[in-house]
T-cell receptor, first 111, second 107 residues
Framework: EPEVTQTPSHQVTQMGQEVILRCVPI?????FYWYRQILGQKVEFLVS????????KSEIFDDQFSVERPDGSNFTLKIRSTKLEDSAMYFC?????????FGPGTRLTVL | KNEVEQSPQNLTAQEGEFITINCSYS?????LHWLQQHPGGGIVSLFM???GKKKHGRLIATINIQEKHSSLHITASHPRDSAVYIC?????????FGTGTRLQVFP
């Protein structure tokens, strides 16, 4: 069964460094999403992406964040200059119609 | 106030008990998703529904669009059902998540 994959599973970085989180959505899906979950809190929407552009973004998704679909298979989330409060689990999801399918997540730890 | 509220926040049960988790929402939705999250963190889809009722094995989900309410039922609960159960609603182009219900089922 096709699935969403994410790499790395765990990323540790120093405050101020740039990180890129990678996702490979299900191959025929058209809509792509990033969500994050700070430890002990609920999952929050970051951004949705369709037809090579952002279709919706939350207040969390400020200028430090960017997304890209560089090669037709990968979907990346870049954080330009990480802060301590960016430490969280980041989930990628993809969908063809309404139902979203989630990747296993990347745990980002900012020191 | 959260747009998606779940109750209870925590739930313990003995193996074999019937379990109900409730979800209420205050926004317009196109569908509602019940998800399961295990301690490792991964999120697994259980159901997506926009009306009526769905059943999968021992799990049953219902939704009442007029009352903006959904329930997830687990029949004959088992320790392997222990997880966090999350209600999330489709609003425009995104999912809005509830805070989750932590279920522990003891043998």
């Amino acid at each position: 069964e096709p699935e969403v994959t994410q790499t790395p599973s765990h990323q540790v970085t120093q405050m101020g460094q740039e990180v890129i989180l990678r996702c490979v959505p299900i191959s025929n899906h058209l809509y792509f999403y990033w969500y994050r979950q700070i430890l002990g809190q609920k999952v929050e929407f970051l951004v949705s992406f369709y037809n090579n552009e952002i279709s919706e973004k939350s207040e969390i998704f400020d200028d430090q964040f960017s997304v890209e679909r560089p090669d037709g298979s990968n979907f990346t989330l870049k954080i330009r200059s990480t802060k301590l409060e960016d430490s969280a689990m980041y989930f990628c999801a993809s969908s063809l119609t309404n139902e979203q399918f989630f990747g296993p997540g990347t745990r980002l730890t900012v020191l | 106030k959260n747009e998606v509220e779940q109750s209870p926040q925590n739930l313990t049960a003995q193996e074999g008990e019937f379990i109900t988790i409730n979800c209420s929402y205050s926004v317009g939705i196109s569908a509602l998703h019940w998800l399961q999250q295990h301690p490792g963190g991964g999120i697994v889809s259980l159901f997506m529904l926009s009306s009526g009722k769905k059943k999968h094995g021992r799990l049953i989900a219902t939704i009442n669009i007029q009352e903006k309410h959904s329930s997830l039922h687990i029949t004959a609960s088992h320790p392997r059902d222990s997880a966090v159960y999350i209600c999330a609603v489709y609003n425009t182009d995104k999912l809005i998540f509830g805070t989750g219900t932590r279920l522990q089922v003891f043998p």
